[in-house]
T-cell receptor
Framework: DAGVTQSPTHLIKTRGQQVTLRCSPK?????VSWYQQALGQGPQFIFQ???????QRGNFPDRFSGHQFPNYSSELNVNALLLGDSALYLC????????????????FGPGTRLTVT | AQTVTQSQPEMSVQEAETVTLSCTYD???????LFWYKQPPSRQMILVIR??????QNATENRFSVNFQKAAKSFSLKISDSQLGDAAMYFC?????????FGTGTRLQVFP
């Protein structure tokens, strides 16, 4: 049973560019959350996708956007990259039951390390 | 807004000894979850233990146990019989039905 997978593992971009990160949830999970982890910090919640819609959003600018596909996989897009966007981006998946979301069952992927130069 | 505070940036313990990591949180909710995650250098977040706020009994998972004090909003992690493989960043997290809020982490070093 494959866990949460993310691609790519590492990415180097230049300021002003755009980047797309990808996540495949754990089998049986339908909800995907994205977190940003700056160096030396704890992960910060970016947003969550369920049924192909953004269900909840953290305190991140509109440059951060996402998408969820019918197979529950998800993308995180960041436009107009800033040096401060350099971080580890974590994807976490969880299941839902009748619309009740189980944050206590969030499983994390290995992350994508984004470096903006 | 909910917050999570870990006041120990670094802790160290000798192999086979016991260490306790501290965590406090703030919330006005009565129903929530609390977690300890381990993040080794491989970066993968691994769930160590979780506690449902409505349960008075402290959670245990093998060598890992918590001391959950709901009124004090305190949630500490005790690691018994520490092993070299326990060395990692440990994050305390608060969870509602939608998202997790993390503390800044405690780096645990284990010495042989």
């Amino acid at each position: 049973d494959a866990g949460v997978t993310q691609s790519p593992t590492h990415l180097i971009k230049t300021r002003g560019q755009q980047v797309t990160l990808r996540c495949s949830p754990k089998s049986g999970h339908d909800t995907v959350s994205w977190y940003q982890q700056a160096l030396g910090q704890g992960p910060q919640f970016i947003f969550q996708y369920y049924e192909e819609e953004e269900r909840q959003r953290g305190n991140f600018p509109d440059r951060f956007s996402g998408h969820q596909f019918p197979n529950y996989s998800s993308e995180l897009n960041v436009n107009a990259l800033l040096l401060g966007d350099s971080a580890l981006y974590l994807c976490a998946s969880s299941g839902s039951s009748g619309g009740f979301f189980h944050s206590y069952e969030q499983y994390f992927g290995p992350g994508t390390r984004l470096t903006v130069t | 807004a909910q917050t999570v505070t870990q006041s120990q940036p670094e802790m160290s313990v000798q192999e086979a000894e016991t260490v306790t990591l501290s965590c406090t949180y703030d919330t006005s909710e009565s129903d929530y979850y609390l977690f300890w995650y381990k993040q080794p250098p491989s970066r993968q977040m691994i769930l160590v233990i979780r506690q449902e706020a409505y349960k008075q009994q402290n959670a245990t998972e093998n060598r890992f146990s918590v001391n959950f004090q709901k009124a004090a909003k305190s949630f500490s992690l005790k690691i018994s019989d520490s092993q070299l493989g326990d060395a990692a960043m440990y994050f305390c997290a608060y969870g509602d039905t939608d998202k997790l809020i993390f503390g800044t982490g405690t780096r645990l070093q284990v010495f042989p």
